[in-house]
């Protein structure tokens, strides 16, 4: 019996997560027992080279020296004790000292439970019922947000799984991601019952989609001119895109901003902050209710304020990514063009994406349009050669500070030929 056999009998799906199940790609998934710096190494020894970087938080690459001896000595102390510690105050203190737009942080223990209690939040601080968010945006599994893409303008959430009643999603409302006109028109629809607008202010559970050029600073001006809050989903972007994500790249300054596990360098965490006033509605302050035994668990602190303090120290690191990233996408597209493929690139910073088609990827219905079947036998001929992406068309390509040009180099190679063995 295979590991994956004996998985699906204890185990739904085999995996504890569906982006594992490698089900998008027709493949059983693997199963990994190591990492270091840039690679993976699965339980029969294969090695990787990993572009997926835990989904993202791991900007210094698997297995970083100096974090790994900091949990190791936190480990000496204690895995988790349920009361305050210094070192949860120590994360709040660093985050808002260096990120301009929260004055107030509270830790919690995932992305999801981040967006969640940001959005209850967002409630109860303005009265109103109504959330607002994007097609192809993922902000985590909380009933409110799992909501049909495309459900159409204005009008009630339907839900996107089962076990999820429509009273859950009726106030959640999704919208064509790029789109202010539409965005205005549900405004004036809804006039002033609208508690906050939240988006991945660079989309990437689609794909990697930019905002175009006036989308983010109009989001801004319309939440203000309706008295609604403007929260940043940045579990993806935070601390990547820039030290101080999206906001800080894009001079854009939300009400509210979550986080997951890239404060707590790949550790299991979240956090979500904002301004003063709005964060003291939290709990034991004000009336919004949220709470956790785990949140500001030691060693994920731990792990989370090494990475922070590494990354602020020397913010060459961002250089370096961008760079790296700048020449994995661009020497990308020279590919595409010269051999002719039906293949589109989206990047920004360290994080990008090759969708199957030929077709400009500015939201979701046009991310749609790529050819999942191919991207699958990419998928598979990426994987023999000895370099894990992602097991699904809409999800991101991750750079890390462990990705030099001699591995990049051999990435390309071998995404040509992954390619080539497809058309």
């Not at 710096?37 to 989904?55: A, M, P, Q, T």
């Not at 996408?329 to 088609?357: M, P, V």
Request: charged content about 20%.
């Amino acid at each position: 019996m295979s590991i994956f056999d004996t998985a699906n009998k204890y185990i739904p799906g085999g995996v504890n997560s569906p982006v594992r199940a490698f089900k998008a790609v027709d493949l059983e998934p693997i199963f990994i027992e190591k990492a270091n710096k840039s690679y993976l190494y699965d339980i029969n020894g294969k090695e990787y080279i990993d572009y997926v970087c835990s989904w993202g938080p791991l900007i210094l690459g698997h297995n970083n020296e100096e974090i790994k001896q900091n949990v190791i000595k936190a480990c000496e102390n204690g895995l988790s004790y349920g009361t305050a510690t210094k070192l949860e105050v120590d994360m709040a203190q660093f985050i808002c000292e260096n990120i301009t737009h929260i004055e107030k942080i509270r830790m919690v223990n995932s992305g999801t439970e981040a967006v969640m209690s940001a959005i209850r939040l967002a409630r109860g601080y303005t009265g109103k019922d109504k959330v607002v968010k994007f097609d192809g945006c993922y902000h985590g599994h909380s009933d409110s947000m799992l909501i049909q893409a495309g459900s159409g303008l204005m009008t009630e959430g339907i839900p996107d799984s089962s076990g999820v009643t429509k009273s859950c999603t009726m106030d959640t409302i999704s919208i064509p991601y790029n789109n202010l006109d539409i965005l205005e028109e549900v405004f004036k629809k809804h006039s002033y019952n609208i508690a906050c607008v939240i988006l991945e202010p660079v989309a990437a559970n689609m794909g990697v989609v930019l905002p175009n050029d006036a989308f983010l600073k109009g989001l801004r001006q319309l939440c203000d001119t309706y008295k609604s809050l403007l929260i940043f989903d940045e579990v993806i972007t935070g601390f990547r895109l820039s030290f101080g994500g999206a906001s800080e790249y894009f001079g854009i300054t939300p009400d509210l901003v979550t986080y997951g596990k890239i404060i707590g360098a790949g550790m299991p965490v979240g956090a979500y902050g904002g301004k003063k006033e709005i964060m003291d509605m939290v709990a034991p302050n004000g009336a919004v209710y949220q709470a956790g035994t785990l949140s500001g668990n030691p060693i994920a602190m731990t792990a989370g304020l090494t990475q922070l303090k590494i990354l602020k120290e020397n913010e060459s690191i961002y250089s370096n990514i961008n760079n790296m990233s700048k020449y994995l996408f661009e020497n990308l597209k020279y590919i595409i063009k010269r051999n002719n493929f039906d293949c589109t690139i989206n990047y920004i910073g360290s994080l990008g994406s090759i969708f199957f088609t030929r077709e400009k990827v500015f939201d979701y219905m046009s991310a749609k349009k790529s050819d999942t079947k191919k991207y699958a036998k990419y998928f598979k001929n990426m994987l023999d050669k000895g370099v894990y992406i992602a097991p699904a068309q809409f999800e991101a390509i991750f750079i890390s500070n462990e990705h030099n040009k001699e591995i990049i180099d051999k990435t390309l190679n071998i995404i040509e030929d992954s390619i080539k063995n497809i058309i």
